[in-house]
């Protein structure tokens, strides 16, 4: 078995020791970071999800799979985010209020940080006032927002109404991303944008700024 699949397969079993061993190991052959996240880490993840959802497994396994995912994440981050290009503006980017899953939006901000913008991180469960005041004191253009849960999703369309109620709509672009989210739902919420994934929200910023 390559050990690209043996990556994904020690996610699904939440071991994050081999998740980490073999993540080394792929790195000191070499192959791409882009290929260890998508075939290893996020293939394994998505196996996780469909198990989830149809009972076959429950939350504790679901959270050893996401610290075993972590636990290959961090030694990919720095290939990843190495650019060394200058910041080449502001993005404030979170997990909307409600909303504690934190791994796609982590990889969001690791591929902007890369494509040399700044990123400014605010976490998860982060409310509609304090996206807008970060990016109102930060002064940046962009806030990205992403959603796991479908009952979090409406969180989304508040921040954007904030943004008008306030006067920044046309100041401040809002792009919004994550499993549940469409781009059908980023215009009937007045978002500029909807990102499928990390890089296409990097394409998206560029784009804006
Ligand atoms: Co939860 N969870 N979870 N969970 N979880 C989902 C989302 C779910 C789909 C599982 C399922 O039923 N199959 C389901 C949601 C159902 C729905 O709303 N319709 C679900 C549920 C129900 C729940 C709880 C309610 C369970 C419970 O308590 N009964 C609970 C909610 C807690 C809360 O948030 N309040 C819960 C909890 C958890 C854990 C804490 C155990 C853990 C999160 C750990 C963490 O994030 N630190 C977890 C996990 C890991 C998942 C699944 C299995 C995996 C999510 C993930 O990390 N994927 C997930 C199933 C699934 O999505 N298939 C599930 C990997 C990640 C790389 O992908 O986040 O989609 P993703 O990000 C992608 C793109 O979406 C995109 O780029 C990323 C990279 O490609 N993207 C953006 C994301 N944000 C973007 C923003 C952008 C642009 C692109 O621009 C700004």
Same mark, same amino acid.
């Given at each position: 078995?390559?050990?690209?699949?043996?990556?994904?397969?020690?996610?699904?079993?939440?071991?994050? #020791?081999?998740? +980490?061993?073999?993540?080394?190991?792929? @790195?000191?052959?070499?192959?791409? =970071?882009?290929?260890?996240? %998508?075939?290893?880490?996020?293939?394994?993840? #998505?196996?996780? &999800?469909?198990?989830?959802?149809?009972?076959?497994?429950?939350?504790?396994?679901? $959270?050893?799979?996401?610290?075993?995912?972590?636990?290959?994440?961090?030694?990919?981050?720095?290939? $990843?985010? +190495?650019?060394?290009?200058?910041?080449?503006?502001?993005?404030?980017?979170?997990?909307?209020? &409600? %909303?504690?899953?934190?791994? &796609?939006?982590?990889?969001?901000?690791?591929? @902007?940080?890369?494509?040399?913008?700044?990123?400014?991180? $605010?976490?998860?469960?982060?409310? =509609? *006032?304090?996206?807008?005041? /970060?990016?109102?004191?930060?002064?940046?253009?962009?806030?990205?927002?992403?959603?796991?849960?479908?009952?979090?999703?409406?969180?989304?369309?508040?921040?954007? *109404?904030?943004? *008008?109620?306030? &006067?920044?709509?046309?100041?401040?672009? /809002?792009?919004?991303?994550?499993?549940?989210?469409?781009? #059908?739902?980023?215009?009937?919420?007045?978002?500029? /944008?909807?990102?499928?994934?990390?890089?296409?929200?990097?394409?998206?910023?560029?784009?804006?700024?």
């Amino acid at each position: 078995m390559d050990i690209v699949t043996r990556i994904s397969e020690a996610l699904q079993r939440g071991d994050q #020791d081999t998740v +980490a061993s073999l993540t080394a190991e792929a @790195l000191e052959h070499d192959l791409e =970071p882009r290929m260890i996240l %998508d075939d290893g880490l996020i293939a394994g993840m #998505d196996v996780i &999800g469909e198990r989830f959802r149809i009972h076959e497994i429950f939350l504790p396994e679901v $959270l050893l799979a996401a610290r075993a995912m972590y636990a290959g994440l961090d030694q990919i981050e720095p290939l $990843l985010a +190495a650019s060394g290009i200058p910041a080449r503006g502001k993005v404030v980017i979170g997990t909307v209020q &409600g %909303d504690l899953h934190d791994i &796609g939006k982590n990889l969001v901000g690791i591929m @902007l940080r890369g494509a040399g913008f700044e990123v400014i991180d $605010l976490g998860n469960d982060v409310s =509609p *006032e304090a996206f807008v005041t /970060a990016a109102r004191e930060n002064e940046a253009r962009i806030i990205g927002m992403s959603a796991l849960l479908t009952t979090t999703m409406p969180v989304m369309g508040e921040t954007v *109404e904030r943004l *008008e109620r306030e &006067g920044l709509r046309d100041e401040i672009h /809002a792009i919004v991303g994550g499993a549940p989210v469409s781009e #059908d739902f980023a215009s009937q919420i007045g978002a500029v /944008a909807y990102g499928f994934d990390g890089l296409s929200a990097v394409e998206i910023v560029k784009r804006l700024v």
